[in-house]
């Protein structure tokens, strides 16, 4: 199983192994949501979900799309650990900062995205990655 934390280790989730997608997302949400340019996502199953340790607090967000996006946080230190929409039932969005790798290591540099979503609103200085399909909205056409 793969493992997920927030930064105060309040919350603990457990998830499988194999992601379906990862994505670098630039919507404008995300940037207020992390507080950076863009965000690293990794798409799973929700199947294999298991809140180890903690109680995450959900809040939701109608969209562009008209699906709801429920962020699940930790309660004491405000870190996202995943998002799920009304749009995508039996899926999340793992957030790759809160990734506990088992060998130590760094998603942001193990997990190459495979697309970039949002890309209309992508700040300027900010390169494509030469290797991701460039989507213009969301993902819906994978």
């Known amino acids: 199983m793969t493992q997920s934390s927030c930064l105060c280790g309040s919350n603990v989730i457990t998830y499988g ?30 199947a294999d979900l298991n809140v180890v340790k903690g109680e995450l607090k959900v809040w939701g967000k109608v969209v562009e799309s008209g699906n709801t996006i429920y962020n699940h946080c930790c309660g004491q230190c405000g870190s996202l650990l995943y998002r799920t929409s009304t ?12 990734m506990d790798l088992p060998d130590g290591g760094d ?29 213009w909205g969301d993902f819906t056409s994978l």
């Not at 749009?87 to 809160?98: F, R, T």
């Not at 697309?115 to 989507?135: G, K, L, N, Y």
């Open 107 to 135: 998603p942001s540099t193990e997990y190459i995205p495979d697309v970039e979503v949002f890309t209309r609103s992508r700040v300027p200085w900010i390169e494509p990655v030469a290797t991701a399909r460039q989507d």
């Open 87 to 98: 749009g995508y039932p039996g899926m999340m969005v793992i957030k790759a900062g809160c």
């Open 17 to 46: 192994e194999t992601p379906l997608i990862k994505f670098r997302c630039h919507c404008t949400d995300e940037r207020k949501l992390t507080g950076a340019a863009f965000a690293l996502n990794i798409l799973h199953s929700t």
